[in-house]
């Protein structure tokens, strides 16, 4: 089974989530620890505040950054993505498609934390007819009658934060998206390098159990050929 930490900020200086390539070793290193295998980076990008252009110099540039200061052969896999907010009409934004995880289809969607109407609803199913599969980020932070009713108007998929199996959260709705096959990913949303933080991961994955195993296979599915970083590095020199 390949554990794949779907959404987390390592990228240096790419968004507020990492400050530094002595952080991004940091983060890797605590992910190898706990038994992550590859680990999709999923650097914030706001299409009221920034363009596709700019994001995406900014990421390349974190990303040669992290390549020439790590070992990257001695820690997981890292695929290029982003985690871009939903604003209204923003499915025919110009090359929304780079944006996906690098050589897939994939793109993971982060809802704003406001009343879904329909407008934003018609949004999700406009990336999607573009021939993107969107991923819904960390669906367990929002109201659950909103994602229920986005997961039933629209055909978008779902992540799961690890925070979600904390104490005393009720985690039933979760567990039942994954056993439909609507949840296909799983992350820590890793922002910074705290030791706890990340054993989240870890117990989100023992508190799952079998089912985990069911959602990284899916995961694993959905990024067949997805292009890692170093192979991308050696397209960007």
Same mark, same amino acid.
């Given at each position: 089974m390949m554990r794949i930490d779907f959404h987390a900020h390592?990228?240096?200086?790419?968004?507020?989530?990492?400050? /530094?390539? =002595?952080? /991004?070793?940091?983060?890797?290193?605590?992910?190898?620890?706990?038994?992550?295998?590859? =680990? =999709?980076a999923t650097s914030h990008f706001y299409p009221n505040h920034d363009s596709v252009e700019s994001f995406l110099d900014r990421r390349d540039g974190a990303m040669e950054a992290m390549q020439r200061k790590l070992p990257l052969t001695d820690l997981p896999t890292v695929y290029p993505a982003a985690e871009v907010l939903v604003c209204i009409g923003m499915d025919k934004m110009p090359d929304l498609e780079k944006l996906t995880v690098a050589g897939t289809s994939v793109i993971l969607l982060e809802m704003p934390f406001t009343y879904w109407h329909d407008d934003l609803l018609a949004t999700v199913r406009g990336v999607s007819a573009r021939g993107l599969t969107p991923v819904l980020a960390h669906i367990d932070r929002y109201d659950p009658a909103e994602v229920a009713r986005l997961l039933s108007e629209t055909d978008a998929l779902a992540q799961v934060n690890a925070e979600a199996f904390g104490l005393f959260k009720n985690t039933k709705a979760l567990r039942a998206y994954m056993r439909e096959g609507r949840v296909v990913a799983l992350g820590s949303d890793l922002h910074g390098d705290k030791p706890s933080d990340y054993k989240r991961f870890v117990k989100m994955q023992k508190k799952l159990g079998p089912l985990a195993e069911v959602v990284f296979a899916r995961t694993a599915e959905l990024l067949r050929e997805a292009e890692p970083l170093t192979a991308r590095q050696s397209q960007l020199v």
């Open positions: 390592i990228l240096p200086r790419a968004d507020h989530g990492c400050d /530094s390539s =002595v952080m /991004s070793e940091k983060q890797l290193r605590l992910m190898k620890k706990a038994g992550t295998d590859a =680990v =999709v």
